[in-house]
């Protein structure tokens, strides 16, 4: 089962910062937390993920609550392009049988 | 850089026909592969993983088997397809840092 919740969907509009919240209260230490996106008919794309500290990159940026529990994906300008499904997943380590597991994730629509 | 390749990109098949989708990974060794099946309007479903030739472990029981005999080629089989084998699957080769997903198959189990 997923360990996360998000809200089912949210819009936003073009050109704004796009603030993806999620929940994952029972986050373990050595969890990471992952975002992906999937666009219509296409395979989910790798996003950013992250273990405690914020991260940025190209795509987005990722804030992590101090007490892990909580974490937001920021779009910093959303454009028209990025309406997709998002997803935020937890998992541990790849090396110890670990696998992303997908929950449903949060339709974002982003409008002109 | 690492690529991962699938077909075929659609396929319509009657109910009981055989089914085989293909999955090969270029550009890296030792992968671990997984197969994923999305229904319309519904999440992504694990049904298969790999961690080497040979080994293959299924999450959920299913009308479906996967086999991996070679290093970097995936494959998910079905002897007498199911209408509600319809959907969208996915293969994808991960490690610490996500995985990386395929364009996907798109079934139709007519």
């Known amino acids: 089962d997923a360990k996360t919740t998000q809200p089912p969907s949210m819009d936003c509009a073009e050109g704004r910062a796009a603030n993806l919240p999620c929940n994952h209260s029972?986050?373990?230490?050595?969890?990471?937390v992952y975002w992906y996106r999937q666009i219509h008919s296409q395979g989910p794309q790798y996003i950013i993920h992250g273990l405690k500290n914020n991260e940025t990159n190209e795509m987005a940026s990722l804030i992590i609550t101090e007490d892990r529990k909580s974490s937001t994906l920021i779009l910093p300008h959303a454009t028209l392009r990025d309406t997709a499904v998002y997803y935020c997943?937890?998992?541990?380590?790849?090396?110890?049988?670990?696998?992303?597991?997908f929950g449903a994730g949060t339709i974002l629509r982003v409008k002109s | 850089s690492q690529t991962i390749h699938q077909w075929p990109a659609t396929l319509v098949q009657p109910v009981g026909s055989p089914l085989s989708l293909e999955c090969t990974v270029e550009g890296t060794s030792n992968p671990n592969l997984y197969w994923y099946r999305q229904a319309a309007g519904r999440g992504l479903q694990l049904l298969f993983y790999s961690v080497g030739i040979g080994q293959i472990s299924s999450e959920v029981p299913q009308n479906l088997s996967a086999s991996r005999p070679q290093d970097r080629q995936f494959i998910l089989s079905s002897k007498k397809l199911l209408l509600s084998d319809s959907g969208f699957y996915l293969c994808?080769?991960?490690?610490?840092?996500?995985?990386?997903f395929g364009s996907g198959t798109r079934l139709t189990v007519v």
């Open positions: 994808a080769w991960g490690g610490n840092y996500g995985y990386t």
């Open positions: 029972t986050i373990s230490g050595n969890e990471y």
């Open positions: 997943i937890v998992r541990g380590p790849e090396e110890y049988g670990n696998k992303l597991v």
